[in-house]
């Protein structure tokens, strides 16, 4: 058996000016280390916090970000993708009434005032969840979805496991205080990623800055709503002087999440989430290295048919890098250890490192472009044949 041979092709993108030579020619300058990026903003009297770029998938910054903490009103995010989700699968319509129990009626905390007899919609709801904050738009979601607030929460908790949420877990669907109820910064910025990118319209709602429902208006609890480019996400108090916040923007195509976890004060989460939403963009610029299927790397063996496979990115790649007058990146193909045929089209075959100067941003799939089977005797032969050649 003979050990594959792995080619990776390595791409080496640059820009910036370049300096024409002296005549005569001066001896080479030293190599000097590369400048810092942008210095991440000093956050002050949180529990933790993250900046993702949902557009490359990366975390531009952490701080305790997978330290558990009680979610309070952002546990309402995991609440809205269920419930979008309901609306995509045809169980609820967006423009149908729904029942208003007695125990969304009397839901503690923040309201949007809904009570039975009373109509209100899906819609109303979702403004009344992602605007108001209303526990009891929560409730009455619930309810609707599953048929109890218990069978709901069964769904949230299945579909934060599906996510990957590995250190999340839901009670309830409003965020009250209640035992067992966790999450973290991480968890919470992958919850609002997939929010967005599953059902984008949520940004079409949670970043209104008020929403008047029965001829009550209430405004919106992120303190950032309004502002230019904000378009959502959710607020939460988790206890006394202990504000949980996620904000979302858009600016030129690209989304950034900033979560701020137990900050002192409403004010004091805004700030920081602006914060960290100023160094996300002017500290860091998004680069598309490749189109989805691109070809990143080869892999050669003679007991293979076809003896040498290509390996392709399975999507886009686009990265996220810090901004520099000169900026370089590079690449590393990782192969699958002990690979064995066969293989379909389209089957992992290994991994694409992306660094800036030795520091790996990300790390992206690498797929065959075409099915692999074993090769025969004679195929063997003619391999070991052109091997020599």
């Known amino acids: 058996m003979k050990l594959p041979i792995v080619l990776a092709i390595t791409a080496v993108f640059s820009w910036g000016s370049v300096a024409c030579a002296a005549v005569p020619p001066l001896p080479p300058m030293p190599t000097l280390p590369p400048p810092p990026p942008m210095p991440a903003p000093q956050l ?10 949902i557009n490359s998938d990366q975390i531009l910054m952490a701080e305790n970000d997978e ?8 546990v309402k995010l995991m609440t809205a993708y269920l419930m979008y989700q309901a609306e995509k699968q045809g169980l609820v319509q967006p423009g149908e009434n729904v029942h208003v129990s007695n125990d969304a009626w009397h839901a503690q905390g923040s309201r949007m005032f809904i009570q039975p007899g009373m109509p209100v919609t899906m819609t109303q709801l979702t403004h009344g969840l992602l605007i108001d904050g209303g526990n009891d738009a929560a409730i009455a979601i619930a309810q609707t979805v599953a048929g109890s ?32 109820q966790t999450s973290t910064a991480l968890d919470l910025a992958r919850l609002s990623a997939r929010l967005i990118q599953s059902y984008p319209q ?8 008020s929403y008047t429902y029965n001829h009550i208006t209430q405004y919106n609890y992120n303190p950032l709503a309004g502002q230019n480019g904000v378009n959502g996400l959710g607020v939460g108090l988790a206890g006394k002087n202990s504000w949980n916040l996620a904000v979302s923007a858009t600016r030129n195509g690209r989304t950034l999440v900033a979560v701020v976890l137990g900050a002192p004060s409403r004010s004091a989460a805004g700030s920081d989430a602006s914060a960290l939403l100023h160094y996300g963009w002017n500290g860091w ?15 050669h063996n003679g007991d293979w048919s076809p003896a040498t496979v290509q390996g392709v990115t399975a999507g886009p790649v686009v990265v996220s890098e810090p901004k520099q007058q000169k900026t370089r990146l590079q690449t590393r193909f990782v192969p699958t250890p002990n690979l064995k045929t066969p293989l379909a089209a389209g089957a992992e075959i290994g991994t ?7 520091h790996v941003l990300k790390t992206v799939p690498v797929q065959t472009r075409s099915a692999v089977k074993p090769a025969g005797w004679f195929t063997r032969l003619i391999h070991e044949g052109e091997s020599w050649l």
């Open 149 to 180: 607030v218990g069978g709901f929460v069964d769904l949230m908790n299945h579909d934060a496991a599906a996510m990957g949420l590995q250190h999340t877990h839901f009670t309830n669907p409003d965020g009250l205080p209640q035992p067992g």
């Open 67 to 74: 330290k558990p903490v009680n979610p309070s009103g952002l």
């Open 352 to 358: 694409l490192q992306i660094s800036w100067h030795g």
């Open 285 to 299: 610029q998004n680069v598309s290295l490749y189109k989805a299927g691109a070809t990143v790397a080869q892999i």
């Open 44 to 53: 002050t009297g949180i529990q933790s916090a993250v900046l993702l770029d």
């Open 202 to 209: 949520v940004m079409q709602v949670a970043g209104k800055v």
